[in-house]
């Protein structure tokens, strides 16, 4: 499970919530491990278990207005129980006013309080958008991950059986770069993979013979993108390795290959002299996006044959 810190949250996002940190200063190392944000209503009033640890929690309107209708000795009291359990980080939503008794508390436990002019809902939706993404589980592997008319196509085969070049060729055909080299998958729903390119990649390419590309101020910006949706996985196969002679070309089985546990359609691609692979890729393309819609070109060929066979026998 991916990770992020408090500190890094408010870095990435201080702009776009408007975060102020008032309290909490030595807090900015706690890990949010969960993509959860939750607004602890219940929790005020003594049910603990609706705070979870290890999480962001939004005081709104509800909540403050909920604080200030209590007794100072009570008020104190609710604050305590919801620092009690091991929280990341308290944030104020609605420019609310922040009682002295939460900033103590908050400085006491080594707890970010933050504040913001926005509503609870939206600065709930935004975060937990964020960190659904920022936690997600994740793995690197070895590929070229591209955006091929308009889906996220992973290019994975041995080494020096011509990924990156078949990235440059499609690259000049239009194409987008993503990620050469390594690609960082994450699980950013139960059935959705995401590609991204590391930090320290992005924009490159490295092509045998050439050295290292700038593949942005070469081609422009709009030839690279920082992340993609995994839509298909295309496996380079050395054509004596596939054994076409003995293949069944009407009998072609679908493949998948699982990332992530999440099951994604897989194509494999024979390298031989002579094939234009990058033709191959973008048709490879297209026919997915046929098969998504239900047309399979293999099926209506095969059932055409079989009623041709059945005029023929029946004319015998």
């Not at 992020?4 to 996002?13: C, D, R, Y």
């Not at 509503?119 to 960190?131: G, I, K």
Request: aromatic share 6%.
């Amino acid at each position: 499970m991916a990770q992020i810190n408090v500190a890094e949250l408010f870095k990435q996002t201080r702009r776009k919530l408007k975060l102020n940190w008032i309290a909490g200063l030595n807090g900015g190392a706690n890990l949010l491990t969960s993509g959860t944000v939750t607004k602890p209503t219940l929790a005020l009033i003594g049910h603990l278990n609706f705070v979870h640890p290890n999480r962001v929690q939004v005081l709104g309107c509800a909540e403050m207005d909920y604080l200030r209708s209590l007794k100072p000795a009570h008020s104190d009291a609710a604050i305590e129980n919801l620092f009690s359990t091991d929280l990341a980080a308290v944030i104020v939503a609605n420019n609310e006013a922040v009682p002295e008794s939460l900033i103590e508390a908050a400085n006491n436990n080594n707890t970010p309080l933050f504040t913001t002019p926005l509503n609870s809902p939206e600065l709930m939706d935004f975060l937990s958008h964020f960190l659904a993404q920022a936690v997600a589980e994740s793995i690197s592997m070895h590929g070229v991950f591209m955006e091929v008319q308009g889906f996220g196509a992973f290019i994975k085969g041995d080494p020096a059986i011509g990924k990156s070049e078949l990235a440059l060729e499609l690259i000049s055909r239009g194409h987008r770069l993503i990620a050469d080299d390594v690609v960082d998958f994450f699980r950013i729903s139960p059935e959705r993979i995401e590609g991204r390119c590391p930090e320290l990649l992005q924009d490159f390419l490295e092509v045998r013979g050439l050295g290292v590309l700038n593949i942005r101020a070469m081609f422009g910006d709009n030839s690279v993108k920082p992340s993609k949706p995994l839509d298909l996985i295309i496996q380079l196969e050395m054509a004596d390795k596939l054994a076409l002679e003995s293949l069944d070309r009407l009998n072609i089985k679908a493949l998948h290959e699982k990332v992530l546990g999440v099951s994604i359609s897989k194509v494999q691609i024979p390298i031989a002299a002579g094939r234009n692979i990058a033709v191959l890729v973008e048709v490879a393309i297209r026919n997915h996006m046929l098969l998504l819609r239900g047309i399979n070109a293999t099926k209506q060929f095969t059932q055409r044959q079989q009623r041709e066979m059945k005029k023929f026998n029946l004319s015998d």
